[in-house]
């Protein structure tokens, strides 16, 4: 069984500055990949990173980067330079041998101006 | 390019009512899944789909069906809806490689049972 844990139900941070979101996760899987998606208030789910169990450096792509440590089974989302289009829900997930992912409860993220 | 395809956006039912969520995705993906998320939850698997000609149970399959109709479409069917099905169905897609699973979703389908 896997399982997802993100302890901030809300975030806030000031426009321009970084921010820390918290997953931690569980599982079983010797081999698994963590994602994290992001919900704007219009609901669509946006994928924006993801982290292989095996991948020696931590993944990033332009803003986002995922701060993966093996040994806690935490996979933190940083996002720099925060935006007012950043203002969304985000999602940690856990996808493993099953072909399935496993979501967390989510964190809003409201970035003020 | 479209995607991943829900149809329809909005609906609303009648306890007892049954209806079909449409899902189709143009991307060649082998794996299909459709979940449900509920306000300040994230997202449940229902139901989901490794490939063409099989189908699975997730977290949350009671009350639910699918059909896996060819490798494009995934539908997923409410016999006798309940208002405790009252939430936001999503179709997703992957394209079924290794561990590296990233999901493709859909717009979601905003289900109302009164």
């Known amino acids: 069984a896997q399982k997802i844990t993100q302890t901030q139900p809300g975030m806030f941070v000031q426009e321009k500055e970084a921010v820390t979101l918290d997953c931690t996760y569980d599982?079983?899987?010797?081999?698994?990949?963590l994602f994290w998606y992001k919900q704007p208030s219009s609901g669509e789910m946006i994928f924006l990173i993801y982290?292989?169990?095996?991948?020696?450096q931590n993944a990033t792509e332009g803003r986002y980067s995922l701060n993966f440590q093996k040994a806690r089974k935490s996979a933190n989302l940083v996002i720099s330079a925060s935006q007012l289009g950043d203002s969304a829900m985000y999602f940690c997930?856990?996808?493993?041998?099953?072909?399935?992912?496993?979501f967390g409860s989510g964190t809003q993220l409201t970035v003020l101006p | 390019n479209a995607g991943v395809t829900q149809t329809p956006k909005f609906q609303v039912l009648k306890t007892g009512q049954s209806m079909t969520l449409q899902c189709a995705q143009d991307?060649?993906?082998?794996?299909m899944y459709w979940y449900r998320q509920d306000p300040g939850m994230g997202l449940r698997l229902i139901y989901y789909?490794?490939?063409?000609?099989?189908?699975d149970k997730g977290e949350v399959p009671n009350g639910y069906n699918v059909s896996r109709l060819n490798k494009r479409e995934f539908s997923l069917r409410l016999e006798s809806a309940a208002p405790s099905q009252t939430s936001v169905y999503f179709c997703?897609?992957?394209?079924?490689?290794?561990?590296?699973?990233?999901?493709?979703f859909g717009a979601g389908t905003r289900l109302s049972v009164l």
């Open positions: 997930a856990i996808g493993g041998s099953a072909r399935q992912l496993t």
């Open positions: 982290q292989g169990s095996y991948d020696q």
């Open positions: 991307m060649n993906h082998n794996s």
């Open positions: 997703a897609t992957q394209s079924g490689l290794g561990a590296k699973n990233i999901q493709y």
């Open positions: 789909s490794a490939s063409e000609g099989t189908t």
């Open positions: 599982t079983s899987d010797p081999s698994y990949g």
